[in-house]
């Protein structure tokens, strides 16, 4: 068997249309969806990606601001930045781009933006909603992975075993929890779990999450499963590539998300979605 690809660029372009559609109706009743980007230091993946954030927000009709600060900006004056645009009613959306520089603490950061703009889901009043499954902003690209399972028909997870790898607080965590919110029996692998192989031999649904290569090989891998790769990787060569041993593990999954174009672009898109509801929720 060779798994059916879940294409993450073709998906995101028809959600953009929803998105775009959604922002024309907006702007009509008034309101234009604002983002702010903030990028600190000349990390050049960062870069990358703020630029190409504003770009997508460009392309849907959103406001959008960037920026840009070089490394010596200090923690309070970030601090300060982000307290403006709490304050600024053409800003709907706040998004510091993460990494930061070492002496900036990136939770006090996320914290103080206010939970009303944390288009990223990351502040712990985002976290915490997920929890308890309370309305809030949830983390971009888990939540993208959820729709991507949406897009081939796997909305309600009853029945289904979804094998998390990774627990970190952006991917891992609120992954398991979005999937146990739609209904899926949900385990969480990490660097302490004995026999990782095992459990996700067990699963219909992998999500690998750990920012290493092949962590997940075919072996692995019970057949026809959807697995479903985060992982930002270079291999020896320099090029992208995720988690999964895409290679081996396409001919035993059923679905497979690739890298590049697979989860990545989902994230931008997600970002949009919650950026848009932030501003529809002034215009309900
Ligand atoms: N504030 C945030 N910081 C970071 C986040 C985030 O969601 N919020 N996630 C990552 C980086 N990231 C978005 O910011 C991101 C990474 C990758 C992609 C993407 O589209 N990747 C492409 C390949 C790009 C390439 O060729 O290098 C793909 O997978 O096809 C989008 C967003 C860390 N920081």
Redesign the pocket.
Known sequence: MTAQLID??ALSRQLRQQVRERTTALKERGLTPGLAVVLVGDNP??Q???R??VKACEEVGFHSVLERYDATLTEAELLARIEALNQDPAIHGI?????LPAHIDDKKVIEAISPAKDV?G?HVASAGALLVGEAGFK???PYGCMKMLESIGLKDLRGKHAVVIGRSN?VGKPMALMLLAANATVTVCHSGTADLAAMTRQADIVVAAVGKRNVLTADMVKPGAVVIDVG?NRNAEGK?CGDVDFEGVREVAGWIT???????????TM?LVNTLEAAERLRP
Not at 95 to 99: G, R
Not at 260 to 265: A, D, L, M, S, Y
């Open positions: 993450g660029n993946a960062s990358v990606y703020v190409n954030k998004l510091v781009q993460l990494p990223d990351f983390a971009c690209t952006i930002m992208l690739p890298v590049p174009g697979g989860v990545g672009p989902m994230t931008i970002l």
